[in-house]
């Protein structure tokens, strides 16, 4: 499964519900892991952002639905990346070539 990594950013609905935050994130595990997605982490986080999401899916439609439900709850923008771990950036640097 490929890694992804999001940033998080509250929206005007969900700072007025943040005590619901954690609820939510919980919520989105659930309903993630149905979809096929596992979330290795959620950090809140102070600075730029105001959390960063760690997951995992099958594939980029996947990683994509995902974002897209979560982000039609209306509490979160998102920003999503792919990430590479040492090995997969060993086979990207080998497909180069010389």
């Given amino acids: 499964m490929a890694t992804y990594i999001s940033t998080l950013r509250f929206t005007e609905q969900g700072v007025r519900s943040i005590g619901e935050t954690t609820r939510r994130a919980s919520a989105f595990k659930s309903a993630a892991k149905k979809m096929g997605v596992k979330v290795v982490n959620i950090y809140w ?5 105001d959390g960063v999401l760690i997951f995992e ?8 639905a995902a974002m897209l439900q979560l982000g039609a709850l209306g509490n979160v923008q998102t920003s999503t990346s792919q990430a590479f771990n040492s ?9 180069m070539g010389g």
Avoid: N, R, V
Wanted: hydrophobic share 40%.
């Fill in 45 to 49: 986080t102070l600075g730029a952002h």
């Fill in 57 to 64: 899916a099958p594939d980029e439609q996947t990683a994509t």
């Fill in 87 to 95: 090995s997969e950036m060993d086979a990207i640097l080998a497909k």
